[in-house]
């Protein structure tokens, strides 16, 4: 029995370790956002967009430690844990890479890295959000026939995530060049992927 609580208090603290880094991910992306003001670019989010993106991601990793803390071995409240710290953290990586590339150029390190990563980080965020819908609210999909939609949205993901990352061109919502975008056939490969996601 002591066992048991103390595991479930360690699952509880990190839950709720979790959620912490996901406000502070937030906090810091809306300040940057703030700092950034006029020289924020037409393709991104204006900051009442910004600020409704962070509500959702916020509201996800909240609630997800608070069933944490009280259901550790529910997997819904640790996938609504991920998918808000994804979401916040690619809320930051966004602004972060605007302020050091566009706002104040070479102001910060890792601009670069930081403006591909606001890319794709978002998508492992939404793929969990998908699969909280199908697994809600026990962790387990309502019957076997759900299996194949499982598989397909895990497999779809993953796809437009190789895409997000490795496809050449100019970044969506961001006016530069992926700095990890892959020429030859395998770009070619890479935007296929997202083709292929769209059919799915």
């Known amino acids: 029995m002591q066992k048991i609580s103390t595991s479930k208090r360690g699952a509880a603290r990190l839950a709720w370790l979790l959620c912490a880094l996901s406000w502070l991910a937030i906090v810091a992306g809306l300040v940057l956002a703030i700092v950034i003001g006029p020289a924020q670019p037409e393709e991104v989010s204006t900051f009442p967009e910004l600020l409704a993106g962070t509500a959702s991601w916020a509201a996800f990793a909240t609630i997800g430690a608070l069933i944490a803390s009280r259901f550790p071995l ?44 606001q890319e794709w980080a978002w998508l492992p965020a939404m793929f969990v959000a998908t699969l909280v ?24 993901m993953i796809g437009v995530w190789i895409h997000e990352l490795f496809s050449p061109g100019p970044l969506e919502g961001f006016p530069r060049e992926n700095p990890f975008g892959l020429g030859g056939s395998a ?14």
């Open 187 to 200: 770009g070619q490969v890479a935007q296929a992927l997202a083709v292929s996601y769209s059919l799915v």
């Open 74 to 117: 529910n997997p819904v409240a640790w996938m609504l844990c991920a998918a808000g710290i994804g979401g916040a953290f690619a809320t930051f990586a966004a602004e972060y890479a605007i302020y050091a590339l566009l706002a104040e150029p070479s102001s910060l390190p890792g601009g670069e890295l930081m403006m591909s990563l």
């Open 133 to 156: 819908l199908l697994l809600f609210p026990d962790g387990r999909l309502p019957s076997s026939r759900w299996r194949p939609v499982a598989w397909l949205a895990v497999v779809g």
